[in-house]
């Protein structure tokens, strides 16, 4: 059983230019969530995806963008990149079954920005 | 503002020893809380869930606490190993805190 798995593990971009992370959830997992980590800070949450549509997104500015796809993959766009945008970015998936959202996190994108 | 705030960014131990990691929270009202651990490089990996009705989980080595009148939650880890040497995250919602560092010495 595959778990949550992220392309590609590493990407080096410069300012100004765009970036699209890609996830594939656990078997099984419905719901795809976002996160921005930056060095030494926990998880930020930037949007959550299920049925296709965003159903939640934390504080993060219309730059980020995403998408998911009827398979429940999902990609995170992110434009006209910032330095600041340089961190590690966590795709998580779970299974949506309106109580409690234990997600799985998969390893992850690194993301630099120069 | 909703806050999440974990006990210390480090905290180092003996082998052998119980390990205790705070999280504390402001203008929630949770009806669960999570807690995960991280491995450098690594994306988190759930550990416990509990719910606000609940006053104490344990899943093996692992106890949480979980007080909805002083808003916090504790982790902790007994007869701790080099191994569980790690970063410690609770969770709110899809909220996280900034993380423990935990090192266990030999």
């Known amino acids: 059983d595959a778990g949550v798995t992220q392309s590609p593990t590493h990407l080096i971009k410069t300012r100004g230019q765009q970036v699209t992370l890609r996830c594939s959830p656990k078997s099984g997992h419905d719901t795809v969530s976002w996160y921005q980590q930056a060095l030494g800070q926990g998880p930020q949450f930037i949007f959550q995806?299920?049925?296709?549509?965003?159903?939640q997104r934390g504080n993060f500015p219309d730059r980020f963008s995403g998408h998911q796809f009827p398979n429940y993959s999902s990609e995170l766009n992110v434009n006209a990149l910032l330095l600041g945008d340089s961190a590690l970015y966590l795709c998580?998936?779970?299974?949506?079954?309106?109580?409690?959202?234990?997600?799985?996190f998969g390893p992850g994108t690194r993301l630099t920005v120069l | 503002s909703q806050k999440i705030e974990q006990n210390s960014e480090a905290l180092n131990i003996q082998e052998g020893k119980t390990a205790t990691l705070t999280c504390n929270y402001t203008n929630y009202s949770p009806a669960y809380l999570q807690w995960y651990r991280q491995d450098p490089g690594r994306g988190p990996v759930f550990l416990l869930l509990i719910r606000e009705n609940e006053k104490e989980k344990r899943k093996e080595r692992l106890k949480v606490t979980f007080d909805t009148t002083l808003k916090q939650s504790l982790f902790h880890i007994t007869a701790s190993q080099p191994a569980d040497s790690a970063t410690y995250l609770c969770?709110?919602?899809?909220?996280f805190g900034a993380g423990t560092r935990l090192t266990v010495k030999p």
């Open positions: 998580a998936s779970s299974l949506r079954t309106g109580w409690a959202d234990t997600q799985y």
């Open positions: 995806y299920y049925e296709e549509e965003e159903r």
């Open positions: 969770a709110l919602d899809m909220r």
